[in-house]
């Protein structure tokens, strides 16, 4: 559906989308066409008219495990790979922003880095018990352009995300949930997930949508301060020698 790669699956259930990252032999690790597909998925949705609600997962036991290695090494030594992909998580952020349905994250495991900028540009998020959060883009020398550091400030206190941001540190589901980072904690995010999407479907649409939008005025206001910046800094990162010495060093271990 929508002419996605088939890293992401794509089905209708009456006004509902389901899509479904879909690389689970390597818990939903982001490359390049999985990449490209999200930066796309959103205009997509903007324009199916009959898409109401749409749910966000991983297939099998992550959401997202982050960034493919062999993808990072592969943006390493691509120059024109490096600016689609800068272009392309811009394009997902504000895609994600401005995307006129509800998206309703099911974050059924590990959501690390581009994972858990998903589930945090999502609008309600229900989280797996056995779940965490984590951007660990700092960890391996890069910044984190279309990242959780990029929306968290404005959920959470500014000093709990410098310290998720800076450190990659885990943040457990309970945690998350404490925070404000997930609305529910759950046995079966999926499911829930659903339910909740069916019910937004079938309130007054133009309604809902407008009530989306409002609220996410002011969260595009504030991505957008800093997106420019962002974009700038993480296309630097990527040719920094730490960058570099960690991707070998990951590469070694694979």
Not at 38 to 65: P, Y
Not at 152 to 177: C, D, M, N, P, Y
Request: proline share 4%; hydrophobic share 50%.
């Amino acid at each position: 559906m929508y002419g996605m790669p088939t890293e992401i699956e794509v089905r209708a259930d009456g006004p509902l989308r389901i899509i479904t990252l879909n690389r689970p032999e390597e818990l939903n690790a982001v490359n390049d066409p999985l990449h490209c597909g999200l930066a796309r998925i959103w205009e997509a949705l903007n324009e199916d008219a009959d898409a109401r609600a749409a749910v966000i997962t991983g297939a099998g036991r992550a959401f997202s495990a982050g960034g493919d290695f062999n993808y990072l090494n592969e943006l390493r030594n691509d120059e024109a790979l490096r600016q689609k992909t800068i272009k392309h998580g811009r394009d997902l952020v504000i895609g994600m922003v401005r995307c006129r349905i509800p998206v309703i994250a099911a974050v059924n495991g590990p959501a690390v880095g581009l994972g858990c900028s998903l589930a945090a540009l999502s609008d309600i998020v229900y989280l797996a018990e056995n779940a965490f959060f984590a951007d660990p883009h700092v960890q391996i020398g890069l910044v984190a352009a279309d990242g959780g550091p990029l929306v968290w400030g404005s959920q959470i206190s500014l000093l709990q995300a410098k310290e998720f941001a800076l450190t990659g540190v885990r943040i457990k589901a309970a945690r998350a949930l404490e925070l404000g980072l997930a609305n529910h904690v759950v046995a079966d995010p999926l499911a829930e997930a659903i339910a909740c999407a069916k019910q937004i479907a079938e309130l007054p649409k133009q309604a809902v949508e407008a009530t989306k939008r409002l609220m996410n005025i002011q969260l595009e206001r504030s991505v957008m301060a800093s997106l420019d910046y962002a974009n700038l800094a993480e296309y630097v990162s990527f040719g920094t020698a730490d960058f570099n010495k960690i991707v070998d060093g990951l590469i070694a271990k694979g």
